[in-house]
């Protein structure tokens, strides 16, 4: 016989939960070993890593061994006694799933007496299983089915007198899946999936024998500690847990792999289809970021593609008082040509921009900013990216010379020690917090640097932080010189690491400011307000703990000293030599699915794609000889100087593709007043979102279900978004129905009106037309996207299957280099008028503004923003749980209800910004990273008052939103601003 080795490609079709061909389950995980093990199963050779069960052995060598307790994400459990077998020399008829390979065995699989045993096993399965598989909604989806074919069980001795479950009663609370006990056969599959994959611990086996049972919690699903992620349903292996999806269209019959749409961990999900219409989404197990685990939002919140907010049709109008007109695409497209023509006529090309998303596709991105760049003729392109994550790429560039993350999200695994700063990662990158859980129920030490009690502090007896810094909001800079202090005093510093890597004087300089008194941790503890000790034992164990990674989100960048602090952590992770190797390094948490690619792709106003200055000849030499026409060498304008320039009168156009700047950006009404005083405002969206309310062309984009293309995750990952059904905003002329249009295309149509022709067929020729240009991208091909999965930038000659771990043998700029990182108080400061400081934060199941998730089911967790105060505050205003209370800063005031909680520090409230109307950016300053004018959404002084109606601002939002919603058909009534 031939030796058969493993292989990631070999495949082969098992039960219809896993029957696409790179789905296969092996029934339990893949041993790291690399001693190599050979042994007979069923007269087969077959040579496996050691430490392998014979299960794993079987299946991959061809031989479906019968299963029910056991998958390949989940460890060996042996309950359901399916999957017996006899090994000559030994006794009895062990577990295959829990018995590991040894050298020399010999294993049968398939004999009389294991056919009899499982058989009578799964008889008295069946024995206590309601028979309604005709009417069930897994007919033919269901693995006791399968295995009830598989061992050849035709009859059932055993009635249904005496006790049973059949009567158990559904629960129904959770908006997205039905808990049916009476189909459970205990096998614990979602019991160890809450617990292994996801690591809540919301669900227990409870009683013993007979009255075992599934429990979540005291009263049910929703009311229990159950995220909603999903594991438990992909787990359960009959009809017990199952997507009202399925229940309601029936079982799925084809399925295509694209990347999640929501947070910056990239996920790899098969949208599961009946023709064009998704019935589930299933997480990829192949999916390099989240192998095969899911949130509530990527698994069950998508039905806001078909949501009837939705705006299918191309809308004009001549004025944001005027209702809207629904038009075909070409009178649209050629509207807002011909207005972008009189405006450059009129104005010049610098009263004209556009803005790119992080929701949007790299294609989509780069086809954007070379529209502004090529036919606008002006750099006036900007990004939500840098309103949240701009400081990372400039103080990353500056010390390491790359300006992304230097890990991949497995690295985390061989951590030792986790450090966290200004981010939540469980309601943020929920899947990514889960591998990071696991690590930390295995030994890793964690430190989290946040003013707030984020759930990882105390998240469970499992789980929680060794030291929380709770700092005051706006000294993070303080507390990374306070840390940096004691590793340079106490002579913690890896200077082998230093000299070999860094630049020595920049270190030398560096390492003599740490060291000042006044950077120690005593020094700095009243500016802190955290006690010294923690603090130094908190850098002693970063600088000795093994592998430290850190990890950083928002509450870092969005701060007035962002880049400072990014540049902080930087210095750090040098110092401690925690960069160039798995299980280290400097990991920027992005919040939106593209932020990473949205950068890459150029657009920001004043880098090319693969963050090329625009100055530079070279660089725009190539890029005049690709696009063939003359390009700018002046910066353009960020979105805060465009914003400016149009309340002042000079910039008056503006196309705006997937981005809310009016619910995301800060100072709502400074925002706002400058769009009603621009003439073109172009909208590319889903919905009328708050920024289409004041647009005078509307293009309906395609939601990710139905575009090719690319995203870039946290870690570089690019992977590939497939179109699963066709685009839904085709526009209806003359009775005709015109097909509808990826956001690429709409861009492209655009350009062409405006007498530049891009001549792409698919999102795939702009993909090679970025790796044509851009250095970092050059290996980077849909073709190679197909065979590998994803690829992590740089992708090149020298890394062509892309680079997981950057920086390992010296920095992109060559020698790392350390700055001097003075700390500057914000001059965003508490007085007696504004006393408190507002901090801002995301939930688990909402996203960014809430545009998607509102319109899912996702509202029974979150229905509005609520503001959390310190029950000292609280008591010192007269307010108590649930009262009304008017938000007032130096920009606005904002009223919502209020959650008295001790997870916010006295002296600090926090508050989400997923609901428009709750109005968090109305209060934010225009303060901002004096480096690259990203918001300082984090710090913002108020004062807190209990009241009994809505803010000034919230009752005009609420009459304007109303008659723009009925301008667009969204109304009954028809509707008029005075």
Known sequence: ?????????????????????????????????????????????????????IMRASIMAGINVPKLCATDSLEAFGSCRLCVVEIEGRRGYPASCTTPVAEGLKVHTQTPKLADIRRGTMELYISDHPLDCLTCATNGDCELQDMAGAVGLREVRYGYEGENHLKAEKDESNPYFTFD?????????????????????????????????????????????????????????TAT???????????????????????????????????????????????????????????????????????????IRKSITDPWQVVGWDEAVNYAASEIKRIEAKYGKHAMGGITSSRCTNEEVYV???????????????????????????????????????????????????????????????????????????????????????????????????????????????LISALAHVVVTEGLVKEDFVKARCEWDSFVAWRDFVAKPENSPEALADELGVDPAIVRASARMFATGGNGAIYYGLGVTEHSQGSTMVMGIANLAMATGNVGREGVGVNPLRGQNNVQGSCDMGSMPHEYPGYRHVSDEATRALFESAWGRPLSNEPGLRIPNMLDQASEGSFKALYCVGEDIAQSDPNTKHVTHAL?????????????????????????????????????NAERRISPVRRVMNPKNGALVNGKQEAGYEDWEITAKLSKALGYEMNYHHASEIMDEIAALTPTFKGVSFKKLDELGSIQWPCNDEAPLGTPT????????????????????????????????????????????????????????????????HPHDAEERGIKEGDWVGITSRAG??????????????????????????????????????????PEFKVTAVQVTRVNQLSDWQQHYKTFSEAQLAFAGRDQEAAKIE
């Open 241 to 315: 847990l199952i997507e009202k999806t399925v229940i309601e269209h029936g079982v799925p019959e084809h399925s295509v792999t694209t990347t999640c749409a929501y947070c910056g961990v990239g996920c790899s999900f098969d949208a599961e289809m009946k023709g064009e219409e998704v019935v589930r989404m299933v997480p990829n197990k192949n999916g390099g970021a989240n192998h095969g685990h899911s949130c509530v939002k990527g698994r069950f919140a998508w039905g806001y593609a078909t949501h009837k907010d939705r705006i299918t049709t191309p809308m």
């Open 1 to 53: 016989m031939d030796d058969i080795k493993y292989s990631n490609t070999h495949h082969q079709h098992e039960h219809s939960r896993t029957n696409y061909d790179d789905q296969l389950d092996y029934g339990t995980p893949a041993s790291q070993s690399d001693v190599q093990v050979t042994l007979m199963i069923d007269d087969r050779e077959i040579t496996v890593p050691e430490g392998t069960s």
């Open 806 to 869: 950057m920086h390992i043998d010296e920095f992109v700029r060559g020698k790392g280099k350390f700055f001097i990182t003075q700390y500057v108080p914000t001059t965003e400061k508490v007085n007696a008028k504004f006393p408190l400081i507002l901090t801002t934060g995301r939930i688990l199941s909402q996203y960014n503004v809430g545009a998607q998730t509102r319109r899912t089911k996702n509202v029974a967790w979150h229905s509005e923003d609520i503001v959390e105060i």
């Open 181 to 237: 006990p009476s189909k459970c056969i205990v096998c614990s599959r979602c019991v160890r999936a809450c617990e292994e994959t996801q690591g809540t611990y919301a669900l227990t086996i409870s009683g013993r024998g007979f009255e075992s049972k599934v429990a979540s919690g005291i009263n049910n699903f929703l009311d229990s500690e159950c995220v909603s992620c999903g594991a438990c349903v992909q787990a359960c292996p």
């Open 893 to 934: 005031e904002t009223v919502l209800r209020v959650k008295i909680t001790e997870r916010v520090q006295p002296g600090v409230i926090y508050t989400t910004f997923h609901h428009p109307e709750s109005g968090a950016n109305v209060i934010t300053t225009e303060n901002s990273d004096w480096a690259t004018n990203c």
């Open 368 to 478: 954007t900013q070379k529209l502004v760049r090529a036919v606008f003729g002006t750099n006036n392109v900007d990004t939500c990216a840098r309103v949240c994550h701009s400081p990372t790429g400039y103080g990353l560039k500056q010390t390491l010379g790359e300006s992304a993350g230097t890990q991949t999200f497995d690295s985390v695994m061989k951590s030792d020690v986790i450090l966290i700063i200004g981010a939540n990662p469980t309601d943020g990158h929920p899947v990514f917090a889960s591998q990071m859980k696991r690590r930390l129920r295995e030994g890793a030490k964690l430190i989290i640097a946040d003013p707030r009690e984020i759930d990882l502090v105390k998240n469970s007896p499992h789980v929680h932080a060794d030291y929380h810094l709770n700092l005051r909001p706006g000294t993070n800079v303080a």
């Open 676 to 712: 009603e005083q621009m003439e073109c405002v172009i909208v590319q969206d889903l919905f009328l979102n708050e920024t289409a309310m004041y647009a005078h062309v509307f293009f309906p984009g395609a939601s990710f279900l139905e575009k090719s293309g690319t995203f870039t």
